[in-house]
């Protein structure tokens, strides 16, 4: 049974960062891509970061590009979003997930396990 377990959320000033986490378990995590989405209130699901398995690939959503940053630790099945000049449209329930595959996507509905998601809110 595959398990993502986000941590890191909580409340910042704008220009301010974070560190989220998700840690996997179960599977074998360096075989599969990663990545990061988020749901703000009224708004849909949309793609913030995607890595691939080995952690040389990544790709960003064009509103967080140079400011955030998607890495992972295989060793500790784990993957991380580096939050910085953060602001307050950034503000949403920020989940982790894996792909069903090693390769980056960016849509939604070509990962397989989600995370139950931490909360970011970003006040002005």
Request: aromatic share 12%; glycine share 12%; net charge positive.
């Amino acid at each position: 049974q595959v398990q993502l377990v986000e941590s890191g959320g909580g409340l910042v000033q704008a220009g301010g960062s974070l560190r989220l986490s998700c840690a996997a378990s179960g599977g074998t995590f360096s075989n599969y891509a990663m990545g990061w989405f988020r749901q703000a209130p009224g708004k849909e699901r949309e793609f913030v970061a995607a890595i691939n398995w080995s952690g040389a690939g990544t790709v960003y959503a064009d509103s967080v590009k140079g400011r955030f940053t998607i890495s992972r630790d295989n060793a500790k099945n784990t993957i991380y979003l580096q939050m910085n000049s953060l602001k307050p449209e950034d503000t949403a329930v920020y989940y982790c997930a894996r792909n069903r595959g090693s390769l980056i996507y960016i849509e939604g509905r070509k990962y397989e396990y989600w995370g139950q998601g931490t909360q970011v809110t970003v006040s002005s």
